[in-house]
């Protein structure tokens, strides 16, 4: 039966972090939005040639890491990463997979937060940007079938979009970053090039959509 907040009625959902996954209803596609810097660090990595595993990233990103691997302990969703770098080419990834499945297809759009030391969901300005973003892409291909968290979420990015640099930037986790984090060590250590603040901030700087498979985010073909 459905419940009211599992946004079962619609193709497009929206929700944060792993307890947000898990109340809305199982979905074909997860996205996993994580800007700061999990998704775009990935992306780019793919896009290099590179392979991520889900463990090595684990070591390094709490957040986006955590929800990935709460999707793929789910079922048999496909699980993507997208962020403001991809966000074009992750909306027509979902198409195409819906083209092959030849069927509607439901997608979760997760923003990953930031979780606490204090085990608490904070909230990610950079991460609604992003799957907001990514939703609009998708609305404006024909899947606008957006929940009304769905639908919040995309036209907050649309009214913002020519001011992504400035909010990444002035946002907590941008200037957490500029301040310096161990993740930056970390992704270092792993052979990985951390994606700056003004490189996340790019829309549609590739087309490289990493999806995981067997454990290993690789790029979408």
Not at 177 to 193: F, M, N
Not at 203 to 221: N, Q, Y
Request: charged share 20%; net charge negative.
């Amino acid at each position: 039966m459905p419940q009211p907040f599992d946004q079962s009625a619609y193709q497009v959902r929206f929700e944060w972090g792993v307890a947000g996954l898990q109340r809305l209803a199982p979905s074909d596609v997860v996205v996993v939005v994580d800007v700061l810097r999990f998704s775009s660090t990935v992306t780019d990595a793919v896009a290099s040639g590179r392979t991520v595993t889900l463990t090595d990233a684990a070591g390094w990103s709490r957040n986006g890491a955590a929800v990935v691997a709460a999707a793929a302990a789910a079922g048999e969703p496909t699980v993507l990463l997208g962020s403001l770098r991809n966000a074009s080419a992750v909306a027509r990834t979902v198409l195409e997979l819906q083209n092959r499945r030849q069927q509607r297809t439901s997608v979760a759009m997760i923003a990953a937060g930031e979780l606490t030391d204090a085990g608490d969901l904070r909230f990610a300005v950079e991460d609604q940007l992003g799957a907001g973003t990514i939703i609009a892409a998708l609305s404006d291909l024909g899947a606008d079938h957006t929940s009304p968290d769905a639908a919040a979420v995309c036209e907050s990015a649309r009214g913002l979009r020519r001011a992504m640099r400035h909010l990444l930037t002035a946002s907590g986790s941008g200037k957490e970053i500029a301040d310096g984090v161990s993740a930056t060590a970390r992704i270092e250590a792993a052979g990985l090039v951390p994606t700056d603040t003004a490189a996340a901030a790019e829309v549609d700087a590739t087309d490289v959509v990493p999806v995981l498979s067997d454990g290993v985010f690789v790029a979408f073909a």
